[in-house]
């Protein structure tokens, strides 16, 4: 008589350790490639649609439709990764990118200008994608590692964002070689790389994390209903203060990020400033975005999330001033973009980590959804707004703006905080 098959014990802390080692490398590898998809695809979007649409207010709208579609797909990803584990939702993020960019080729070819921006909304499904696979970095992270292991998979993405959009001209090239239109190339390659991204997820992120780790907490995935992503999320919000104050903490970060952001290289071209200025002024703020994120990572880990959250605010503070204040500075423009960036990093690394830690595995893809929308959200919003401000007034006054903005919710967190300190560990 022949035994049955021994299960291995997935309990066990080697067998773990081994899983989420192979977890964090899958989601990296996954984060590059896909990143390398989004920054290609953005490289171009805004420059083909003012030429299709001979209007530059309308090219602005390219930024927008990507940020909304990363906004209206954080929650299908969420939805499909608390049914159907993390390789779920990660594939949907990628297939909805990919299917984006086919569209966008195609409306390019038509030189159709809406159709163009209806592909750019679902080319945002990579930027969903990338945002929840820091996510999926948490669920098997040991006790006091999560902030680490998420700004792994953050820091990933650096290179993918910096090798992009050089790779724009090259597959320009190559599409119109292979008899592609003009500028239909880097969305071709952008396909690509989706589909390597998901490829990528599919094969390699086995076994899926969430699903090891409601294995191990002895929790079954949510029942199929209507809506019921954004109530579970709700529900476990209000139960859980710590996850409600990381939710708006990264909110506010994002925003303040976007909005300083986008409107500098206006401010800079306003100036007097080069193309070659403002791309190394971009590049330093996006090195302060991801580069030192590991670090971030390890002192929220060490110090504990709320300080590095209100560590963010400060630096987001100091990044608002030196930008408000820097007139025709090139050089105090670029220090208050870095700070920009680094204050961003804490809020996104420290705030993601606290929100996982602080929600039950079952509810963590719900309301790590919620977190992503909302994010996607108010940049998109922090963007209109900045440009509003900029133009109705002025670059100062956005400084300021954005400066009294992250100060209340840096005093807010840091008030509740020690009203409530045991409601977070260090």
Request: glycine share 12%; proline share 5%.
């Amino acid at each position: 008589m022949t035994s049955a098959p021994i299960k291995p014990d997935i309990s066990s802390p080697d067998r773990i350790r081994v899983v989420q080692r192979r977890t964090l490398a899958i989601l990296s590898a996954a984060q590059i490639v896909g990143g390398v998809g989004v920054a290609v695809g953005l490289a171009l979007s805004s420059v083909v649609v003012d030429e299709l649409s001979g209007s530059t207010v309308i090219s602005g709208f390219a930024g927008t439709a990507t940020v909304l579609g990363a906004a209206l797909l954080a929650l299908p990803t969420a939805k499909a990764s608390g049914r159907g584990g993390r390789r779920a939702g990660l594939t949907l993020a990628y297939v909805a990118a990919l299917a984006g960019c086919v569209l966008s080729v195609g409306a390019i070819s038509l030189r159709n200008w809406p159709l163009l921006l209806a592909g750019l909304v679902l080319v945002g499904g990579g930027s969903a994608g990338n945002l929840a696979a820091r996510y999926s970095a948490t669920d098997l992270s040991p006790s006091g590692h999560a902030a680490r292991h998420l700004s792994l998979v953050v820091w990933a993405a650096t290179i993918g964002s910096v090798a992009g959009p050089n790779l724009a001209k090259p597959a320009d090239q190559i599409g119109m070689s292979a008899g592609l239109v003009e500028k239909a190339g880097p969305f071709a390659f952008a396909a690509l790389a989706f589909a390597l991204a998901m490829l990528i997820i599919l094969v390699g992120l086995r076994p899926d994390p969430l699903k090891v780790a409601r294995e191990l907490n002895g929790t079954q995935p949510p029942a199929p209903g209507r809506n019921r992503t954004i109530r579970n999320a709700w529900t476990t919000l209000r139960t859980t203060p710590m996850a409600r104050k990381a939710l708006v903490m990264i909110a506010i970060s994002h925003t303040a990020m976007v909005s300083v952001m986008s409107m500098t290289p206006v401010k800079l071209h306003h100036d007097g400033s080069n193309l070659d200025v403002i791309g190394l002024v971009i590049s330093l703020h996006i090195a302060g975005m991801y580069v030192m994120s590991p670090v971030v990572g390890w002192l929220a880990d060490k110090a504990g999330k709320v300080p590095v959250l209100l560590l963010g605010m400060a630096l987001l503070l100091s990044a608002a001033i030196l930008a408000g204040t820097a007139g025709h500075r090139v050089w105090q423009v670029s220090t208050a973009l870095v700070l920009l960036g680094l204050g961003w990093s804490c809020g996104l690394v420290a705030g993601s980590a606290l929100v996982s830690e602080s929600v039950p595995v079952e509810s963590r893809p719900a309301v790590q959804g919620l977190s992503d929308l909302l994010m996607n959200v108010c940049g998109a919003t922090g963007t209109i707004v900045a440009g509003a401000i900029v133009g109705g007034l002025s670059y100062g006054v956005l400084g300021l703006v954005v400066g009294v903005m992250v100060t209340l919710a840096g005093v807010w967190l840091a008030i509740s905080w020690h009203r409530a300190p045991g409601e977070v560990t260090a």
